[in-house]
């Protein structure tokens, strides 16, 4: 206890450079969490289907499962998602986006009004829901497949003004071909930077997991704002995206259907032949009307290759970021050690050893340290609230969190080293005469 006090009595007699140092330490953690960050988000969107790209099957774009004969194809067949997994050769899952048969009459925008009402919905199978969770503005992503009562969406608006907990009444038509009134609970709200899984409006020759995800904000621009020849995008008109669960929607008899252009994932058991994939990708032009799939290993290969030449190119940076903070600790730990030579001297004549001594100045510099890291968690917690970071990809989160403590525990390290390297050689007489 004795040691604390100490430690804190001469953290408050050398305040204002403890103060710099400690600003010159949340400098160094922020950019340590931003670079971090920098290099996470080159694989983050690759990570929720890392197991699905690394298996077998097949990367396609949706277009329209067997064009007009849709309406007989569905008297055999519930959905077209049957369909697809009965036609082709040990296929496991699909994960992509669909568009339900359903409308929405009464949109109501942030002027009070329905004029130039632009909407589009979409939903995903669980499948999707439950592997990725695209960044929310507020509320949350789908925790079920809601009630017999209503069911979950959450929206990307753009001059609407919904909030959470609103509903929206929309049309809806069965597998019956009945029409049904179906009401919809918001529970959240993306932002327009959020990436939808499905939904890359580009066409590559050869995609990799990029190819997945589009953001919102242009997947809106590009459905509800459509440019014409001569016209720019009318993208201060009002629009709102309405995602959905499949599930949801499948307990309520809705009809759902590949959506044009999505891109799909489809997933084939380990132990398919290189024949049977074959025919898959054959079957799978046909049916969904589009050009053959794109085998997964390819896709994971091409995957791999885009993360390694993104990480490779951060690495020099992160080196040389790495090397400038470890010589800002240095000076930040000599400077500290030099304010406190003298007191060092008068408490060893006093009796304290030189490891006591030592493990005063640990104490200091983790105090600093704790100052720091907390200061660092609070300034990026306030950005992300005051939407400060919107355009950025700095967030807070574990690897984010444990560079800053393997960061710390350097610093600590140099506090402790650099003390032992100046005490050791000099003795109490002298750093009294020189202090």
Not at 104 to 116: A, K, Q
Not at 173 to 195: F, H, M, P, R, W
Not at 232 to 256: F, H, W
Not at 350 to 374: A, F
Request: proline letters at 3%; a negative charge; one cysteine or more.
């Amino acid at each position: 206890m004795t040691l604390f006090k100490l430690a804190w009595h001469s953290f408050r007699r050398n305040l204002k450079i403890n103060l710099l140092i400690i600003v010159q330490t949340i400098i160094a953690l922020l950019i340590c969490i931003a670079m971090v960050c920098s290099a996470t988000s080159r694989y983050k969107y690759y990570l929720p289907f890392r197991d699905v790209l690394e298996g077998k099957g097949m990367f396609c774009t949706m277009q329209n499962v067997m064009g007009k004969e849709y309406d007989s194809v569905m008297v055999d067949y519930r959905n077209q998602q049957e369909l697809v997994l009965d036609r082709l050769y040990r296929v496991e899952e699909i994960y992509t986006r669909y568009e339900p048969f359903l409308s929405f009459d009464s949109l109501t925008n942030s002027d009070g009004g329905i004029r130039d009402k632009r909407y589009a919905c979409i939903s995903y199978d669980d499948n999707v829901l439950t592997r990725y969770t695209p960044e929310l503005a507020a509320g949350r992503w789908f925790s079920s497949s809601g009630s017999g009562e209503h069911v979950e969406a959450v929206i990307c608006q753009r001059g609407y003004g919904y909030k959470l907990g609103d509903h929206l009444t929309g049309q809806a038509i069965t597998y019956e071909n009945q029409s049904l009134t179906v009401d919809v609970e918001i529970v959240g709200i993306l932002s327009e930077s959020a990436k939808l899984f499905g939904c890359n409006g580009e066409n590559d020759s050869y995609p990799n997991f990029k190819n997945l995800y589009q953001p919102a904000g242009e997947y809106m621009t590009a459905q509800l704002f459509p440019e014409e020849p001569g016209e720019e995008p009318e993208e201060e008109k009002p629009g709102i995206l309405i995602i959905l669960s499949n599930q949801a929607l499948d307990g309520m008899n809705v009809v759902t259907q590949f959506a044009p252009d999505a891109r799909a994932l489809i997933s084939c058991q380990d132990s398919i032949s290189p024949q049977s994939e074959t025919l898959n990708n054959h079957q799978i032009s046909m049916l969904l009307d589009t050009a053959e799939g794109q085998s997964l290993p390819a896709v994971q290969e091409r995957s791999m290759r885009y993360i390694t030449n993104q990480l490779s190119m951060l690495a020099p940076v992160l080196l040389c970021i790495l090397c400038l903070t470890c010589m800002s600790f240095v000076s930040g730990s000599a400077i500290i050690t030099k304010r406190n030579m003298h007191d060092f001297g008068v408490y060893f004549i006093c009796g304290m050893r030189w490891n006591r001594c030592m493990l005063l100045q640990l104490y200091n510099s983790v105090l600093i340290s704790l100052i720091s890291l907390v200061s660092s968690i609070l300034l990026v917690l306030i950005c992300g609230r005051l939407a400060i970071l919107r355009d950025t990809v700095i967030t807070l989160g574990g690897w984010q969190l444990l560079s800053s403590l393997v960061l710390l525990t350097l610093n600590l390290v140099v506090s402790v080293l650099l003390p032992v390297a100046i005490l050791r050689r000099t003795t109490p007489n002298q750093i009294l005469k020189t202090n």
